[in-house]
């Protein structure tokens, strides 16, 4: 793709700055992870209203491959196996979304709304 790359993502333009409570209809698993990684989300900034549906399933996935592997280890069954091994891909891909992993978090540089500096004046 040819053309001037973005160099910033504005990570304060609707970001909450509090934390909302975990959907009642939540697993205890996923209510859990939600309340384990939202703090984060919010003091980075980059977490915005209409982010809030990809967090819920975010913290379906996990605390769903949370619950299996409780069943896991009482009865090994390849199906819950298989589950298992879905949702934990599911929520390793929506966690990467939403900046939860080491590497999604070193990927954006992410200014205030008031950085009155230039992007073309960061050295590299």
Known sequence: MKGRKPSTINSTAGALVKAPAPPAWLSPEAKKEWKRCIRPLIERR??????????????????????????????????????????????????????LTPVSRSRPVLVDDDDSEDASDLAL
Request: glycine share 6%; hydrophobic share 45%; net charge negative.
């Open 46 to 99: 980059i977490l915005t209203q209409s982010d809030l549906g990809q967090l819920e399933n975010y913290c379906i996935a996990q605390g769903r491959a949370r619950e299996i592997e409780r069943m896991l280890q009482i009865d090994f069954d390849l199906a819950l196996c298989r589950a298992q091994d879905k949702a934990l891909a599911t929520a390793r891909q929506i966690a990467a979304e939403l900046g």
